[in-house]
């Protein structure tokens, strides 16, 4: 199985340059997850050494793992779309814990789906082509978590110019505790940063929604002051909308007021790689850093920003589902 191991190796050749070059895209987390598939499968490979009890035991665990794995998941985000439907209200972003848990729930049970319906080849050829859809997702979902993880951990580097907080939604016109964990990172970054002798501007990001008194950047920079933040440390970008206009409007300041600027962007950690992503799209130099978020929020949140990512690669990921649905069809029915 020494072939795996070499396409595994060049697999992780290609993601090392991938982060060197730019960290900031998604293609890095897929060569991720393929060099950890190809090593798998080498390792899957090894098990012909065992004898026949080792192997069959190996055979009932690699098979019933994953399913395992599913099951609990289902429950788990199924318990979590409860708490959030009563905390958060029925929104469709807070019901999306819920429903993927409710998705997951039969996807254990396709292959048994499949063999009670050998003699309905078209049962067949469905329960085969829902388990390549599926298995394709739940891969890049992998993918987009552990990458996820990893570029969470990069701390940035000192020497920065500006530090951009990216708005949310105000509650009453006050700062919720989801925009108030993205300030405080902030302002840690900015003391530590004012400690090494350095003279780094806060940049608050978000323009007045229909439901809000006041724009967003003037109530976080009103919650920065009262932190201790001086008030000319902080400059008030409030006319963004969306994310990606956040990112492009603080990069039009701070390039007029520092050229050739490197900064900090702070979101919430389930949003930091998506926004990663788009600071790349902006032409922002900086790096994402994600604050703290309630255990409770983050399921469906990160499935939010995953079902996002995947509509932004529309085009590529129709593809790739409608083949495999092709596939599932002509293994089949031939």
Sequence with gaps: ?????????????????????????????????????????????????????????????????????????????????????????????????????????????LPLIGAYLEENTLGVAAALAALLVVTYLGFLFCCYLGYSWLYGRIRPRPGFDFVVVLGSRLIGGRVPPLLASRLDRAAALWRAETERGNAPLIVTSGGQGPDEPVPEAHAMADHLVSAGVPADSVVRED???????????????????????????????????????????AGVDGQV??????????????????????????????????????????????
């Design 239 to 281: 006319r963004s909308m969306t994310t990606l206009e956040n990112l492009g409007n603080s990069h039009a300041i701070m390039t007029e007021r520092r050229p050739g600027y490197r900064c900090v962007v702070v979101t919430n950690n389930f949003h930091a790689f998506r926004a990663a992503l788009m600071t790349r799209k």
């Design 289 to 334: 850093v994600g604050s703290r978020t309630a255990a409770y929020y983050w399921p469906s949140a990160t499935i939010r920003e995953f079902v996002a990512i995947l509509v932004e690669h529309r085009i590529v990921n129709l593809v790739v589902l409608v083949a495999l649905v092709w596939l599932g069809a002509m293994v089949t029915f031939r």
């Design 1 to 109: 199985m020494w072939v795996f191991y070499v396409v595994a190796a060049c697999f992780g050749l290609a993601f090392v340059i991938g982060v060197v070059r730019d960290r900031r895209r998604f293609r890095n987390a897929v060569l991720l997850g393929l060099t950890a598939v190809c090593v798998g499968l080498g390792l899957i490979g090894e098990a012909y050494r065992l004898g026949p009890v080792a192997f069959d035991l190996f055979q009932f665990i690699l098979l019933g793992t994953p399913a395992l794995v599913v099951l609990v998941l289902a429950i788990f985000l199924i318990l979590n779309g409860l708490v959030m439907v009563r905390r958060e209200g029925r929104r469709l972003g807070n019901l999306l814990s819920l429903l993927a848990g409710l998705a997951c729930l039969p996807v254990p049970f």
